[in-house]
């Protein structure tokens, strides 16, 4: 009888009712956060699409230019480079980076002697800005007193490269300073790996799988969605990485580690905001394929149970 009261029509009318009142109170908590993201986010990326269309110096009236700045973008040396760099940044950050700090998650979930204190020292350089890290390695690849090369002159004494300053060195001494520090993606990953339930473990076990096949067809299938967001991440970081370039190698030496953020960073120092709003576009729409095709690739819409 209870059941039939609860299929029956008075009853859905009465709990979606409800529903809907439930809802005004959603929006109403949600009103300050879509006021706060049109003012701050949504107004300022419409500003920047259109004015990248116009010839403007940050101070007088904006002039229409029609495609000037995006050919203009397309025409300078470094792009090019920069497009280059990108690409090679983002295979590096989607299998060193992020396969680093999955594998750091696995190991930490086996809880082995001492994963606390692993986990506590593995946070500390993320605590540490970009700026400093880069402040920081610019003397720890010093050719005259750098750590590095001094412990490559106690075997080769006549060893003497200028990491920042010398290609190819200067492309993987940038690398260096973000490369290892995945303690983002360790955190996601080793959240939905304590997340899984222990009855998904134990059955597996029970029916003869060994430690590398739990791995393989239930931990990491199951961790889809935290990998997924560490690669969005850490590929949408290589789009805006700024601090550490700016600070060792200026986008030098030649192109070799010149980027969009360089590039767009340059165009404001020089009064030509149009221009740096144009690559300032092309990086937004960049960010917004990469979560489209990782979306897609790592399904992370779909349900992982």
Sequence with gaps: ???????????????????????????????PTVIIFLMFYFVPIIQVFLTSFTQWDGFTTPKFNGLTNYINMFKTSGFIYALRNLLYWCIVGMFLHVGFGVLTAFVLFQKPRGWKLTRAVFMIPNVISAAAWAMIYRFFFNDEMGILNSIIRLINPNFHVRWFYQSPWAFWAVTITWLFYAVIVTLLVLGDLMNIPAELNEAAKIDGATGWQLIRHIQLPLCRGSIGTSVIATL????????????????GPGDDTMSLSILLVKGVTDYRYGYANAVGVLMFVIGLIILGVVNKAFRMNDSDY
């Excluded at 209870?2 to 109170?25: F, I, M, Q, T, V």
């Excluded at 290589?238 to 600070?247: A, G, N, P, T, V």
């Design 236 to 251: 949408t970081a290589r789009i805006s990485m700024y601090e550490q370039i700016s600070l060792t190698t200026q986008g």
């Design 1 to 31: 009888m209870k059941a039939a009261a609860k299929g029956s029509k008075p009853y859905r009318a009465k709990a979606s009712k409800l529903e809907r009142k439930n809802y005004k109170w959603i929006y109403l908590f949600l009103l």
